[in-house]
Protein backbone atom coordinates (compact mmCIF):
# COMPACT_ATOMS: atom_id res chain seq x y z
CA UNK A 1 0.00 0.00 0.00
CA UNK A 2 2.12 3.33 -1.53
CA UNK A 3 -0.91 5.58 -0.52
CA UNK A 4 -0.47 8.71 -2.51
CA UNK A 5 2.49 8.84 -5.02
CA UNK A 6 3.63 12.06 -6.65
CA UNK A 7 6.22 12.08 -9.94
CA UNK A 8 8.20 13.44 -10.43
CA UNK A 9 9.92 14.95 -6.92
CA UNK A 10 11.66 17.75 -8.72
CA UNK A 11 11.36 19.32 -12.25
CA UNK A 12 13.02 22.79 -13.62
CA UNK A 13 11.11 24.36 -16.75
CA UNK A 14 11.14 26.98 -18.94
CA UNK A 15 8.67 29.84 -19.10
CA UNK A 16 6.30 28.83 -21.36
CA UNK A 17 6.91 24.86 -21.39
CA UNK A 18 4.46 22.30 -20.38
CA UNK A 19 3.94 19.46 -18.46
CA UNK A 20 2.29 17.06 -16.72
CA UNK A 21 2.63 16.58 -12.42
CA UNK A 22 1.27 12.75 -11.89
CA UNK A 23 -1.09 11.91 -9.09
CA UNK A 24 -1.63 8.31 -8.25
CA UNK A 25 -3.00 6.89 -5.22
CA UNK A 26 -3.97 3.36 -4.26
CA UNK A 27 -6.22 3.31 -1.52
CA UNK A 28 -9.83 4.20 -3.83
CA UNK A 29 -10.26 7.02 -2.52
CA UNK A 30 -13.30 9.37 -4.34
CA UNK A 31 -11.47 13.03 -3.52
CA UNK A 32 -8.73 14.04 -4.93
CA UNK A 33 -7.01 17.43 -4.92
CA UNK A 34 -4.16 19.41 -5.95
CA UNK A 35 -2.50 22.08 -3.71
CA UNK A 36 0.63 24.53 -3.96
CA UNK A 37 2.61 25.02 -1.26
CA UNK A 38 4.50 28.92 -0.83
CA UNK A 39 6.11 30.76 1.80
CA UNK A 40 4.24 31.96 4.32
CA UNK A 41 0.46 31.14 2.24
CA UNK A 42 -0.19 27.70 3.66
CA UNK A 43 -1.32 25.64 1.42
CA UNK A 44 -3.79 26.61 -1.76
CA UNK A 45 -6.27 24.33 -3.38
CA UNK A 46 -5.69 24.28 -7.25
CA UNK A 47 -8.32 21.65 -8.75
CA UNK A 48 -10.23 19.25 -6.81
CA UNK A 49 -12.28 16.00 -7.74
CA UNK A 50 -14.84 14.34 -5.98
CA UNK A 51 -14.85 10.86 -8.46
CA UNK A 52 -13.75 9.70 -11.89
CA UNK A 53 -15.31 12.05 -14.10
CA UNK A 54 -15.65 14.88 -12.06
CA UNK A 55 -13.35 17.94 -11.11
CA UNK A 56 -13.94 21.34 -9.91
CA UNK A 57 -11.74 24.23 -9.21
CA UNK A 58 -10.29 25.59 -6.25
CA UNK A 59 -8.44 28.91 -4.79
CA UNK A 60 -6.42 29.54 -7.27
CA UNK A 61 -6.64 27.09 -10.66
CA UNK A 62 -5.63 30.23 -13.37
CA UNK A 63 -2.91 28.22 -15.66
CA UNK A 64 -3.39 25.07 -14.78
CA UNK A 65 -5.85 21.96 -16.15
CA UNK A 66 -6.89 18.88 -14.64
CA UNK A 67 -8.45 15.02 -15.36
CA UNK A 68 -10.14 12.42 -13.29
CA UNK A 69 -10.30 9.61 -16.12
CA UNK A 70 -10.00 7.14 -13.39
CA UNK A 71 -10.32 6.43 -9.04
CA UNK A 72 -6.18 6.22 -8.49
CA UNK A 73 -5.25 8.87 -11.20
CA UNK A 74 -5.90 12.83 -11.12
CA UNK A 75 -3.18 14.49 -13.26
CA UNK A 76 -2.24 18.34 -13.02
CA UNK A 77 -1.35 19.92 -16.25
CA UNK A 78 0.64 23.64 -17.00
CA UNK A 79 -0.05 24.70 -19.99
CA UNK A 80 2.33 27.65 -20.23
CA UNK A 81 4.47 27.29 -17.38
CA UNK A 82 5.20 31.01 -15.93
CA UNK A 83 7.94 31.74 -12.71
CA UNK A 84 4.89 32.74 -10.74
CA UNK A 85 4.25 28.41 -10.64
CA UNK A 86 7.47 27.70 -9.19
CA UNK A 87 6.29 26.23 -5.94
CA UNK A 88 5.61 22.60 -4.11
CA UNK A 89 2.95 20.89 -5.21
CA UNK A 90 0.96 18.63 -3.22
CA UNK A 91 -1.68 16.01 -4.07
CA UNK A 92 -3.67 14.72 -1.46
CA UNK A 93 -6.59 12.55 -1.15
CA UNK A 94 -9.28 11.22 1.11
CA UNK A 95 -12.44 8.76 1.20
CA UNK A 96 -15.54 11.18 2.67
CA UNK A 97 -17.78 7.97 2.65
CA UNK A 98 -15.77 6.48 5.55
CA UNK A 99 -16.35 6.59 8.89
CA UNK A 100 -19.14 7.50 10.94
CA UNK A 101 -18.58 11.30 11.30
CA UNK A 102 -17.55 11.20 7.29
CA UNK A 103 -14.87 13.27 8.03
CA UNK A 104 -12.30 12.75 5.30
CA UNK A 105 -9.27 14.01 6.21
CA UNK A 106 -6.55 14.09 4.03
CA UNK A 107 -3.53 11.97 2.72
CA UNK A 108 -0.58 13.76 1.58
CA UNK A 109 1.85 13.03 -1.43
CA UNK A 110 5.82 14.05 -0.68
CA UNK A 111 5.25 16.82 -3.15
CA UNK A 112 7.05 17.85 -6.17
CA UNK A 113 9.40 21.18 -6.48
CA UNK A 114 8.62 22.72 -9.52
CA UNK A 115 11.24 25.65 -10.49
CA UNK A 116 9.79 27.98 -13.76
CA UNK A 117 12.80 29.99 -14.76
CA UNK B 1 -16.44 31.23 2.63
CA UNK B 2 -14.21 29.71 5.60
CA UNK B 3 -10.87 30.79 6.92
CA UNK B 4 -7.86 30.03 9.02
CA UNK B 5 -5.38 32.19 10.71
CA UNK B 6 -2.11 31.54 12.19
CA UNK B 7 -0.88 34.24 13.99
CA UNK B 8 2.20 33.13 14.85
CA UNK B 9 4.83 32.66 12.12
CA UNK B 10 7.28 30.70 14.70
CA UNK B 11 7.70 29.38 17.50
CA UNK B 12 10.92 29.03 19.80
CA UNK B 13 10.10 26.35 23.08
CA UNK B 14 13.11 24.80 24.89
CA UNK B 15 12.96 21.14 25.23
CA UNK B 16 11.13 19.83 28.25
CA UNK B 17 8.49 23.10 27.89
CA UNK B 18 4.99 23.47 27.02
CA UNK B 19 4.03 24.07 23.30
CA UNK B 20 1.54 26.12 22.05
CA UNK B 21 0.42 26.85 18.47
CA UNK B 22 -2.39 29.07 17.89
CA UNK B 23 -5.01 28.64 15.06
CA UNK B 24 -8.59 30.87 15.04
CA UNK B 25 -10.92 30.33 12.44
CA UNK B 26 -14.02 31.25 10.61
CA UNK B 27 -17.11 29.15 8.72
CA UNK B 28 -20.71 29.91 8.53
CA UNK B 29 -21.79 26.23 9.61
CA UNK B 30 -20.43 24.07 12.24
CA UNK B 31 -16.29 23.50 11.64
CA UNK B 32 -14.93 20.14 11.61
CA UNK B 33 -10.91 21.26 12.28
CA UNK B 34 -7.54 19.53 11.83
CA UNK B 35 -3.81 19.72 12.58
CA UNK B 36 -1.44 18.71 10.04
CA UNK B 37 2.70 18.66 10.81
CA UNK B 38 5.18 18.67 8.01
CA UNK B 39 9.03 17.66 8.26
CA UNK B 40 11.17 18.65 6.18
CA UNK B 41 11.23 17.39 2.58
CA UNK B 42 7.86 15.71 3.38
CA UNK B 43 4.29 15.79 2.83
CA UNK B 44 1.69 16.55 5.32
CA UNK B 45 0.81 13.76 8.20
CA UNK B 46 -2.40 14.51 9.88
CA UNK B 47 -2.01 14.52 13.64
CA UNK B 48 -5.37 15.32 15.08
CA UNK B 49 -9.09 16.26 14.20
CA UNK B 50 -12.32 17.95 15.94
CA UNK B 51 -15.33 16.81 14.66
CA UNK B 52 -17.62 16.60 17.46
CA UNK B 53 -18.15 16.02 21.07
CA UNK B 54 -15.34 16.63 24.09
CA UNK B 55 -13.81 19.65 23.37
CA UNK B 56 -10.54 18.12 24.05
CA UNK B 57 -9.35 15.83 21.65
CA UNK B 58 -5.89 13.77 21.25
CA UNK B 59 -4.16 13.07 18.66
CA UNK B 60 -0.34 11.60 17.53
CA UNK B 61 2.66 11.97 19.14
CA UNK B 62 1.23 13.14 22.85
CA UNK B 63 -0.68 16.03 20.45
CA UNK B 64 -3.87 17.71 21.91
CA UNK B 65 -5.73 20.44 20.58
CA UNK B 66 -9.11 22.49 22.49
CA UNK B 67 -12.12 23.68 20.63
CA UNK B 68 -13.32 26.99 21.57
CA UNK B 69 -16.36 27.52 20.04
CA UNK B 70 -16.36 31.47 21.63
CA UNK B 71 -13.47 32.17 20.81
CA UNK B 72 -13.52 30.40 17.41
CA UNK B 73 -10.05 28.98 18.37
CA UNK B 74 -8.53 25.14 17.97
CA UNK B 75 -4.75 25.55 19.73
CA UNK B 76 -2.59 22.45 19.03
CA UNK B 77 -1.00 22.21 23.04
CA UNK B 78 1.82 19.61 24.31
CA UNK B 79 2.80 19.50 27.73
CA UNK B 80 6.28 18.88 27.21
CA UNK B 81 8.06 19.15 23.72
CA UNK B 82 10.44 17.49 21.96
CA UNK B 83 13.73 18.26 19.24
CA UNK B 84 11.93 15.52 16.86
CA UNK B 85 8.98 17.85 17.24
CA UNK B 86 10.33 20.83 15.49
CA UNK B 87 8.31 21.20 12.17
CA UNK B 88 5.63 23.13 10.26
CA UNK B 89 2.31 22.71 11.44
CA UNK B 90 -0.81 23.38 9.79
CA UNK B 91 -4.10 24.37 11.53
CA UNK B 92 -7.18 23.31 8.63
CA UNK B 93 -11.13 23.64 8.50
CA UNK B 94 -13.94 22.74 6.76
CA UNK B 95 -17.30 24.22 6.92
CA UNK B 96 -19.95 21.97 7.78
CA UNK B 97 -22.20 23.95 5.23
CA UNK B 98 -19.79 23.70 2.66
CA UNK B 99 -20.19 21.19 -0.61
CA UNK B 100 -17.24 18.36 -1.24
CA UNK B 101 -14.49 18.13 1.54
CA UNK B 102 -12.71 21.29 0.65
CA UNK B 103 -9.87 22.13 3.42
CA UNK B 104 -8.82 25.65 3.83
CA UNK B 105 -5.60 25.97 5.76
CA UNK B 106 -3.49 28.79 7.38
CA UNK B 107 -0.44 29.61 6.85
CA UNK B 108 1.51 27.50 9.05
CA UNK B 109 3.53 27.91 11.85
CA UNK B 110 7.13 26.84 12.51
CA UNK B 111 8.19 25.20 15.60
CA UNK B 112 11.72 25.04 16.74
CA UNK B 113 12.30 23.40 20.09
CA UNK B 114 15.72 23.94 21.14
CA UNK B 115 17.68 20.75 23.30
Known amino acids: NAGVTQTPKFQVLKTGQSMTLQCAQD?????MSWYRQDPGMGLRLIHY???????DQGEVPNGYNVSRSTTEDFPLRLLSAAPSQTSVYFCASSNPRTGLMNTGELFFGEGSRLTVL | AQSVAQPEDQVNVAEGNPLTVKCTYS??????LFWYVQYPNRGLQFLLK??????LVKGSYGFEAEFNKSQTSFHLKKPSALVSDSALYFC?????????????FGGGTRVLVKP
Open chain 2, 27 to 32: VSGNPY
Open chain 1, 27 to 31: MNHEY
Open chain 2, 50 to 55: YITGDN
Open chain 2, 92 to 104: AVRDTKAAGNKLT
Open chain 1, 49 to 55: SVGAGIT
